[in-house]
Structure formats: structure tokens, C-alpha cells
């Protein structure tokens, strides 16, 4: 069957699993930075125990597939009282994962800035807080971005991770077709083209807003 | 001797050389100035084939190296094979980075002569050996590069270039990077090494020196040698006026 | 608390999981080897090859190259089962990776030190050998440890196209006893001593490569 004939018969399909990853990396990306900033601020904040703690915490995420806190989520949270989507579930399990290597990233880049700045925030009285939010994290965001791009387009290559939670995404309406259709090829190739792009597009975002943010 | 002729050079849209003609003698020192981007640094690289050129020729000892006549006329590049063969006279020292870290300091100076020209492993070490006490560092023969200083680099760099007994010896600014303390030992080095008649072409902002050692300076400014002579006549007597201006900045 | 027989099981995963890596690994550096030689080569035509080899690998999620070799296996009439698929897989995901990294390395010895080697006249076997390997090597141990960490991690993604190895091993403990906390907890912590200690090999590797005097050049 040739190319434009599938996509066209099965176009539905593919577009559900891409409206799918797409929703689902975009906002568990948000959720990985926003808790990769909260695991930065502990462990700038809260002592040498806020750093022991936020540093066990990505050891262990470091060194373990991200396979088990999907299952871990989706498998536990119902028997503990949560039964949550399985959408939810897996989104929270990339949330997890991914934010431990964000705080990773953004601590390298607190590292790279001055420590001038830090003590001219102090003298001009801000609080940690403040310290934080208006001196630290802009600049450490915009320091990161090229490495923040790099994370987010594992965190969507690993969206295919939640097929095996039964999430509709583009992985698992691909193994549908190929279950449906038995034309497994077709189906695989036009997934992989698919991500492909969401791939290179993604990268190409995050170099736009590179530059952009550099040149203000 | 060398003979160079019409050497040119472009990369992309930018001429660097543009018909450089310059003769060296045997036992000769000649030392190449001007501002950065004259192309001082290119035509040494050119000399020992490091740069491709467009146009020109190089010949050592009345034997064109780095090309051949094409069969269907115009010229052909000699193959790799050839081209390592014909390098092997010629030595050159860089700014820095010269020495290889995984080596030690002995084996750095060994390497070409045992793996390029296959002396044996005994002759060799002899050779290492003596070239080391030659530039002062005999007691460092074990020693890793980066247990060394740059000037003690520089002078194992120059040790491990003798050792391929070159026809010429090729230093593209060698001391630049040097801290200025560490300068002096490098170039007592290259004083020590007039008296065996070895041909240098030397790129050097340090002009002392160069009126020290060299025998003829060549000025060079977009991409030509626009002023030769010696040292008494190129750095006292200057007649060409971007030289003049260039000797102006560097007092 | 623990299910019985649940930790042998795990053990036994745990065994697979670390062999598939290690074949990978194998596999992936000698694939590697080649293709950064594609990566330098002469030809326009080959190089580009390699960046579309590496376009594609990087882009793609490992699970979906894993299922379109998973399927197109019958159809090449290999009669081999997912362990080959597997491990095929693994080889071309992590050669890719690996690749990256040596290009970086070759990358990163200073240009001085090509051209000295050049202007010694070396041959190329004796330039590989002495110059090239060596520092190659010793510039890329922490990036290469850290593909050798991913692919243990990724020999989970295998468990999808039933591959049994630790992570299949913990699901099919999971779905018959339910014990979810443990069992996870329990595979976890077989995935952090393996990646964990494949760390701290490298660095006492890197440690001993780095007494023998090289700490790089300081000019």
C-alpha cells in the first residue's frame, strides 16, 4: 500500500497518539523544570541535609530506568487511595524523572555564575527567596536553555515509555495498527518519521528561544 | 636550500598569500614578522604541507616537494604516503600543545624516529637521550608533560623535531605562550642550535630576538613579503611605511 | 514480606539485564569504532551517512526502533525471538551513542597534536595506535561510562517487546502478587548497585589512567 494511502486511511489514529505525546510532553516538561527548580531551592536553602536529601534523590533517579516509578505510580497509587488516569500517572512518573536531571542541570549552571551576584543581591537586603527568584533562577533558566532543550527531548522520546500503560500515545497507536492491519512497517515508520519531527522541532524551539533570550 | 615561488593561498574569498617569493640557505635563519593575519603563520604552514596552496612552488634541496606535474596537465597533489616521506625533513614547533600527554618525555622524542623512520629501539633511545641533554632536560627523560613548564615543553618539542634530523626546523611563535620567565630557556635553546648550520624559518613577535638569531627578516603584510633584508636593515632601517608603522606599534 | 522466590527471579533478571548490556556495549563500541571512522572520512557522501544514522537513532525512542526490528524480524525470516532483537537493537541505539561520544574525543586533542603527529611522518596504523587511541581514550572514560549507565537503564525498555530481564521479571511478580512496593523497590535497587557500581568503576578507571601523568597539558 503506498505511503499517502495509509497516512490517509489511518491519519485519525496517528493523530490521536500525536495530540496525545505532544500534550503530555508539553506539560510534564513544564512540571520537570518547575520541580527541578523546587529540588535547586532545597538544596541551596535547606542546609547540607537539603543537599544530601535532593542529592539522594537524584542518585536514585539517575541510576534506575524510568520504566519502574511509571509502573510504580500506575501500579500503586490506586491500591494507596489514588486511583488516578493513567495519564496522570505516567505524566507524574516523567515528572519525577526528569526533574531530578533538571536540578542537575540547573545546579551546573549555578555554579557557573558569579558569586558576585549572589552577595550583591544580599546587600541589597533581599531575602533568600527574593534572592532566589529575581537574581538566581532568570539567569540560570536562560544559562541552561540549550541543556534544558536537550531534556525535554528525552522526556518526549520517553512518552513511548507509556504504551506500556496503555496510554494512547503515538507508540501505542502504532502497536494497534500493526495488531489491526499486520502491516507493521508502514505503521512503525510513519511513528518513528513522526517523532522525528516533534524531535527536530522541539530542538529547533529551543535554539530560536536561545537566541532570542540571548540577544535582549 | 628552499625555494619558494608565487606561493598563494586563499580561503574561501580570503587571500592570505598572494605570490610569496622567498629563498633560505643552507644553514640559514630567516625570521618571519608582521601583524596577525599577514600570513606569516600560513606560509610556514604551507612550507611543510600543514596548509594546502593554490598556486606556487617549494622546492627543497632543487626537488619540488607537495606536488607533481598532472599527466593531463596542470598539478597534482603527491599522496599521503609521499607527502609523510618529504615531511620527515622538515621539524616544526608549535605554540602549544606540542608534546603528547600519554607519553613520556623520552618517548615523545622517540616516537618519530622509531615509528616514521624505524630506527631501532636501542638507537633510538641513544639518540633521545642525547637530544634531551642537548636542550638540558636529561634529568626529565621519565618525566609526563604536564609534570613539566611550558618552557621545559617547549624545549622537549624542540628535542623531539631535532630528532627526525631535519633539513629544516619551522618554530611558528613558540615563546608566545610562554610565561616571560620561561622565555629565555627556549630560546638558548634555538642560540644553541646556529652553531650546527640547521635551516629555521622562525614566526616570532619577539623582534630582540629575532634580530639575535636571524640572518635576513622578512616583513610580510597581505599575504607578501613586502620587505627583506637583515636584521640591521628591516628593524633600524625600514623603508616600506606599514613596516615603519608596525615597528612603531611594537616599540 | 517478600514474596518467595521473588528475589531469586529478581536476581535472575537482574543477570540478564546485565548481560544484554554488557553484549550491547560490546557490540555498540566496535560499531562505534566504524562508524566514527564514517564520521571522518573523506567522503562528503559517508559523513553524511553517519549523520543520518545518528539523526535518526537519537531521534527516534529506543522502544520504537526495538518494536519496528521486533516485527520486521519475522519478515527477514530470522527465527530468532526478541533476545536477538533485543540485543540488535541495543547494538545500534548504543553504537550511535558511542559514536557521538568518540567523535567528541578525536574532537577534543588539540590541533597542535595532529599536526605534530602529521609532521612526524607517522603511518596511519602507528598515528591510531600511539596517538589517537590513547588520548581518545582517555578524553571520553567519563562520557563513555555514562553510555554504559544508559544502557543497562535502557535494557528495560526491552522488557516491552518481552524480552525477560529484571523489569519484566518485577512486572510479572507484580501482576501475580501484587506486592508492588517491594518488588519495585527490590529491582530498584538492583538497577542502582549495577549502574551505581559501573560509576565507580569508571572513576577508579579514570583515576588510574590519570596517575599514570596525564592530567592534561598546561602550556
Given at each position: 500500500m503506498s505511503f499517502a494511502r495509509w497516512v490517509s486511511i489511518y491519519g485519525s489514529t496517528y493523530w490521536t497518539g500525536l495530540a496525545w505525546t505532544a500534550f503530555i510532553a508539553l506539560w510534564a516538561s513544564f512540571g520537570a523544570v518547575v520541580w527541578g527548580c523546587v529540588l535547586l531551592l532545597i538544596r541551596l536553602s535547606a542546609g547540607r541535609w537539603g543537599a544530601r536529601g535532593v542529592d539522594a534523590y537524584v542518585q536514585l533517579f539517575r541510576n534506575t530506568p524510568v520504566l519502574l516509578p511509571i509502573y510504580l505510580i500506575y501500579f500503586a497509587f490506586p491500591m494507596i487511595g489514588l486511583p488516578w488516569p493513567a495519564v496522570v500517572c505516567g505524566g507524574l512518573a516523567l515528572i519525577l524523572q526528569n526533574g531530578a536531571y533538571i536540578s542537575e542541570v540547573l545546579r551546573g549552571s549555578v555554579n557557573a555564575i558569579d558569586r558576585v551576584q549572589f552577595d550583591a543581591a544580599r546587600s541589597l537586603g533581599l531575602a533568600p527567596w527574593g534572592t532566589f527568584r529575581k537574581v538566581v533562577l532568570p539567569q540560570v533558566l536562560v544559562y541552561s536553555l540549550p541543556a534544558l532543550g536537550n531534556q525535554v527531548v528525552l522526556l518526549l522520546k520517553d512518552t513511548s515509555l507509556l504504551s506500556a500503560i496503555s496510554i494512547t500515545e503515538l507508540t501505542m497507536q502504532a502497536k494497534l495498527l500493526t495488531e489491526q492491519t499486520g502491516a507493521a512497517y508502514e505503521a512503525f515508520i510513519v511513528v518513528a518519521l513522526l517523532y522525528l519531527v516533534l524531535v527536530s522541532s522541539t530542538e529547533v524551539l529551543f535554539r530560536v528561544a536561545h537566541h532570542a533570550v540571548r540577544w535582549r | 636550500m628552499i625555494a619558494i615561488r608565487g606561493l598563494r593561498k586563499a580561503f574561501g574569498g580570503l587571500r592570505v598569500l598572494q605570490g610569496v617569493d622567498l629563498d633560505i640557505g643552507d644553514g640559514e635563519v630567516v625570521a618571519l614578522i608582521g601583524r596577525s593575519g599577514c600570513g606569516k603563520t600560513t606560509l610556514l604552514r604551507c612550507i611543510n604541507f600543514l596548509e594546502e596552496y593554490d598556486a606556487g612552488e617549494i622546492r627543497l634541496d632543487n626537488t619540488p616537494l607537495w606536488y607533481r606535474e598532472a599527466p593531463g596537465g596542470g598539478r597534482q597533489r603527491v599522496s599521503e604516503a609521499e607527502a609523510r616521506r618529504q615531511r620527515q625533513q622538515m621539524g616544526i614547533v608549535f605554540?602549544?600543545?606540542?608534546?603528547?600527554?600519554?607519553?613520556t618525555v623520552l618517548d615523545n622524542v622517540l616516537l618519530g624516529p622509531r615509528f616514521?623512520?624505524?630506527?631501532s629501539a636501542v638507537e633510538a633511545d641513544h639518540l633521545g637521550r642525547r637530544l634531551l641533554a642537548r636542550v638540558g632536560l636529561e634529568g626529565k627523560?621519565?618525566?609526563?608533560?604536564?609534570?613539566?613548564?611550558g618552557g621545559q615543553q617547549q624545549r622537549v618539542a624542540i628535542a623531539r623535531a631535532l630528532a627526525m634530523r631535519p633539513k629544516v626546523l619551522l618554530l611558528d611563535?613558540?615563546?608566545?605562550?610562554?610565561?616571560p620567565e620561561l622565555v629565555g630557556e627556549v630560546e638558548d635553546v634555538i642560540r644553541s642550535l646556529l652553531s650546527e648550520r640547521i635551516m629555521m624559518v622562525i614566526v616570532t613577535h619577539a623582534l630582540r630576538f629575532a634580530r639575535e638569531v636571524a640572518h635576513r627578516i622578512a616583513y610580510l603584510s597581505d599575504g607578501a613579503i613586502v620587505e627583506l633584508g637583515s636584521p640591521a636593515e628591516v628593524l633600524?632601517?625600514?623603508?616600506d611605511p606599514s613596516l615603519k608603522e608596525f615597528l612603531r606599534h611594537v616599540r | 514480606m517478600i514474596p518467595p522466590g521473588s528475589l531469586a527471579l529478581l536476581a535472575q533478571g537482574a543477570a540478564v539485564s546485565l548481560l544484554l548490556a554488557a553484549a550491547a556495549i560490546v557490540g555498540g563500541t566496535v560499531l562505534a569504532i566504524v562508524l566514527a571512522a564514517a564520521a571522518f572520512s573523506r567522503i562528503a557522501a559517508v559523513r553524511a551517512l553517519y549523520r543520518v544514522y545518528v539523526y535518526i537513532v537519537r531521534g527516534t525512542p529506543l522502544l520504537v526502533l526495538a518494536l519496528l526490528l521486533f516485527y520486521a524480524m519475522p519478515a527477514l525470516d530470522l527465527r530468532t525471538g526478541p533476545y536477538i532483537a533485543g540485543t540488535l537493537v541495543l547494538i545500534i541505539y548504543t553504537g550511535a551513542l558511542f559514536a557521538e561520544v568518540f567523535r567528541g574525543g578525536v574532537l577534543s586533542i588539540p590541533r597542535p597534536q595532529w599536526e605534530s603527529a602529521r609532521s612526524l611522518g607517522l603511518p596511519p596504523v602507528a598515528m591510531f595506535r600511539k596517538i589517537v587511541a590513547p588520548l581518545v581514550t582517555r578524553y571520553t572514560l567519563p562520557p563513555y561510562v555514562n553510555v554504559c549507565v544508559m544502557t543497562v537503564k535502557a535494557s528495560s525498555v526491552l522488557s516491552i517487546i518481552s524480552v525477560w530481564e529484571l523489569t519484566l521479571a518485577a512486572r510479572e511478580i507484580i501482576e501475580r502478587t501484587f506486592a508492588v512496593f517491594t518488588i519495585l523497590g527490590l529491582a530498584a535497587a538492583f538497577y542502582f548497585v549495577m549502574c551505581f557500581g559501573i560509576d565507580r568503576l569508571g572513576r577508579r578507571v579514570e583515576r588510574r589512567l590519570a596517575l599514570r601523568g596525564f592530567a592534561g597539558e598546561r602550556a
Open positions: - | 605554540q602549544q600543545y606540542n608534546l603528547f600527554p600519554h607519553m616514521s623512520q624505524r630506527v627523560m621519565s618525566a609526563y608533560p604536564a609534570q613539566l613548564s611563535e613558540i615563546t608566545s605562550a610562554l610565561d633600524d632601517r625600514p623603508k | -
